[in-house]
């Protein structure tokens, strides 16, 4: 069929009234239901920088690399939160707002954004009635697809909550081409830069209503003005994002794959919204609350899929408005979401899309991002289907027909706004306020390390501690002075992360490191500052006992301690009192500095001769142990480009730079058995099966990489070994003969 062109529509004064009152009910309730969970306490949103002290995070933007936090580097999108979440937050921030009330008003705008936009839209489009257009509304603002992460990164709730206002200017045929494109465009910018993805997935409904237009003048002059105008009102974040792209370092292969990404994204999921693989993250506590809920609750279950057939069953009737673009919208979405979905009843050339998403759509691996387009042709289809059904219809008028709407909110609404009653739409963690001794350690590292690197341990993935769960790290945002810990993502570069991961394995035996205080200066770090405030019960916690005992036979003292004395555990109120002795007593902050004054004590940038040059074959794991004995010598890999170095007296060949597959997933127990040098993933791998191993490379190639020789076997395989989860050398089915009983 044809697309029905849109005519304008006029609102009278009582109608548009009553339209605002119903705007204003709908935010008024969404603002009381965020309120009412865990009152009076922050939760994490999107960037702890942003919410806590938005004035600093925005004097950071104007450079492109930053060196106080990790190691320096590019920083990754930070330019996309110049608008429109740091012009909300800077204000609130400078009216001493309470930030849990500044997020829980950011929340509910978002929310109330979305409603009044697709209110709007089916409205301008002549698209059901009244009742029906409101129900759409309500729909579509509490779909799973933003219910998911309104809680948690609400940055990326922003492009599908504008998506319809960027709709609007384009279907007023009251503007001209020109007027109508450039309104648009200058709509864009409020979906935000944070994922410039996110952004673009959800403006692909919008390409699709362009090119459905009848050709014809309109629809040229709308697509030459909208294009150009979306990629100029789009350059702040998208010329930063090309930048990162061309001198940062990739760490999208590190990251979660294709694999996991669509697992999630069956034709059901996909339709109710909730194929965000994110939500299904579930050991012992869901990682999103409000996702887990979605994916796992009966009520939200039924209810979105009811709600999802619905739409389908309105945008099937001939009579819908705008049928051919709401169509191609539907087909083009499913199209992308499915295409990855390998298991049941899933596409036949998964595999395909799957290493395209791997590789050139990386960018666009979280294809769950594309469900804002089918979510909002679907309540579009939904409007339409009861606004159908409440009119009157052939002679014998049915009664009870102008409550339709009633009845498919009662049918839908519970389970959508299930989420918000149960109180699981925010995360966890909530916590009133970063703790006073961060601030003070914070202050302590600007006075004493203020030409050197302090370096943060034990590792974790997020920043979850004991008094809550702020994810980014408290140093973040109070830290004067550059501070480094072995990061979650690799950001920075392979020998980096390498000499980090080195460091945190060795923290974690236990024993005595001899070189570890050279080994740290030579990384420009002194100070090592344990959190002892960490949440124990995290996956892959490391006892910051084990730690302290770690550095303190590896040549440290401790300095000084900052906050209340805390037990590294939380004690039962029925434990033993020999029980409760077993639990350290320590300051929720310790700082520790080499005993030895000859460790040099990093500072400024420094020469030293080329003759004295050491060539490491290897890692630069492989300094750990020689770093005292290397005092005073430059270094450099062999692999390195050091043009003028000739060939150094000094030649070191180390066995760190084991060919091991490692989940990057985890920060610890993450690194496999050492493979033969032709060896690939088991075929029933977790990870990568059948496949090279996952590593990250200061060079390339296997030259200076050390590999296991087999002898007296050309191979060895084991229908199962290893653990899931967990990667550890000892999990090689070799082990099972090599004559000890202990590895079998």
């Known amino acids: 069929p044809a697309a029905c062109p849109a005519a304008a529509t006029s609102v009278g004064p009582a109608e548009g009234t009553l339209l605002r009152r119903w705007l204003v009910g709908f935010w008024a309730v969404a603002f009381v239901l965020f309120l009412v969970v865990h009152p009076g306490r922050q939760t994490f949103d999107t960037k702890l920088g942003v919410t806590v002290d938005p004035g600093a995070f925005f004097s950071d933007l104007g450079q492109l690399w930053h060196d106080q936090g990790s190691f320096g580097g590019i920083q990754d999108q930070y330019a996309g939160y110049l608008w429109p979440m740091l012009p909300f937050y800077w204000p609130a921030h400078a009216l001493r707002l309470p930030v849990w009330l500044a997020e829980r008003l950011w929340l509910s705008l978002i929310v109330a954004v979305a409603f009044w936009g697709a209110l709007r839209l089916a409205e301008r489009l002549r698209v ?21 992460v309104i809680g948690s990164t609400s940055a990326a709730a922003l492009p599908g ?12 045929e009251r503007y001209s081409a020109r007027v109508a494109a450039l309104r648009s465009a200058l709509v864009v910018p409020f979906m935000g830069g944070v994922n410039g993805a996110s952004t673009l997935a959800s403006l692909l409904p919008v390409g699709l209503y362009l090119l459905s237009r009848p050709p014809g003048p309109r629809q040229r002059k709308l697509i030459a003005w909208w ?11 998208w ?19 294709a694999q996991t990404t669509t697992a999630t994204m069956s034709g059901t999921e996909a339709l109710r919204g909730a194929g965000n693989w994110v939500a299904y993250l579930h050991f012992g506590q869901a990682w999103l609350p409000a996702g887990w809920t979605v994916a796992a609750s009966v009520i939200v279950v039924v209810c979105s899929a009811r709600a999802a057939g619905l739409g389908l069953a309105g945008l099937a009737r001939r009579d819908m408005p705008e049928r051919r673009w709401l169509v191609l919208t539907v087909v083009s979405c499913a199209l992308v979401l499915l295409a990855g979905y390998g298991g049941a009843f899933g596409a036949p050339f998964h595999g395909v899309v799957q290493d395209w998403l791997n590789g050139g759509l990386v960018p666009f691996r979280n294809i769950y991002k594309f469900q804002t387009g089918l979510a909002l042709a679907l309540v579009l289809g939904l ?3 009861v606004g159908i059904a409440a009119q009157p219809r052939g002679a014998r008028p049915v009664r009870g027909r102008r409550f339709a709407p009633l009845i498919a909110a009662v049918l839908i609404l519970p389970g959508l706004l299930w989420p918000y009653l149960n109180g699981s739409i925010l995360n966890p963690g909530s916590f009133q306020q970063l703790p006073t001794y961060w601030k003070t350690t914070a202050s302590w590292l600007e006075k004493y390390s203020p030409d050197s690197r302090a370096l943060v341990v034990p590792a974790t993935a997020h920043g979850i501690y004991g008094w809550g769960s ?42 005595q490191v001899p070189a570890l205080a050279d080994y740290l200066s030579r990384a420009g770090i002194y100070y090592v500052v344990v959190r002892n405030d960490l949440d124990p019960n995290q996956i892959g916690s490391v006892p910051t006992t084990t730690v302290k005992r770690t550095l303190e036979q590896s040549g440290y003292t401790r300095v000084t301690g900052f906050g209340p004395v805390m037990t590294g555990g939380v004690i039962a109120h029925d434990a033993p009192l020999q029980v409760e002795g077993l639990y350290p007593r320590q300051r929720a902050v310790e700082i520790y500095e080499p005993t030895d004054q000859d460790v040099p004590r990093p500072g400024q940038a420094h020469l030293l001769p080329v003759s004295d040059t050491a060539v490491v074959s290897g890692g630069p794991e492989a300094l750990l142990p020689l770093a005292s004995e290397l005092r005073g010598r430059a270094t450099v890999l062999t692999g390195d480009n050091t043009p003028g170095l000739g060939t150094p007296a000094l030649q070191i060949v180390g066995d760190g730079l084991r060919r091991a597959d490692t989940r990057f997933g985890l920060v610890s127990a993450n690194t496999s058995y050492t493979y033969t040098s032709s060896e690939r993933n088991a075929p029933d791998a977790v990870q990568d099966a059948g496949k090279a191993p996952h590593q990250i490379l200061p060079t390339k190639g296997i030259a200076h990489q050390t590999v296991a020789q087999l002898r007296g076997a050309r191979s060895v395989t084991a229908s199962s070994s290893g653990n899931w989860l967990f990667h550890l050398p000892q999990y090689d089915p070799v082990n099972a003969f090599d004559g000890n009983p202990d590895t079998a």
């Open 383 to 385: 409007a339409h289907l």
């Open 227 to 237: 294009v150009p105008g979306v990629i100029v009102a789009t350059a702040w974040w």
């Open 161 to 172: 909550a504008f998506l319809p206002w960027v709709l609007l200017p384009l279907v007023d």
């Open 470 to 511: 702020p994810i980014d790290q408290p140093l973040d945002v109070l830290a004067k002075s550059r501070w480094a810990q072995r990061d979650y993502v690799p950001f920075g570069t392979p020998g980096n992360r390498r000499a980090m991961d080195a460091v945190e394995d060795a923290l974690t035996s236990g024993g």
């Open 239 to 257: 010329i930063p994002l090309l930048m990162l792209g061309v001198y940062g370092e990739n760490f999208l292969p590190y990251v979660e794959n």
């Open 128 to 148: 059901g009635s009244d009742g029906s257009r409101l129900l759409a509304g309500i729909a579509y603002a509490l779909w799973p697809v933003f219910t998911i």
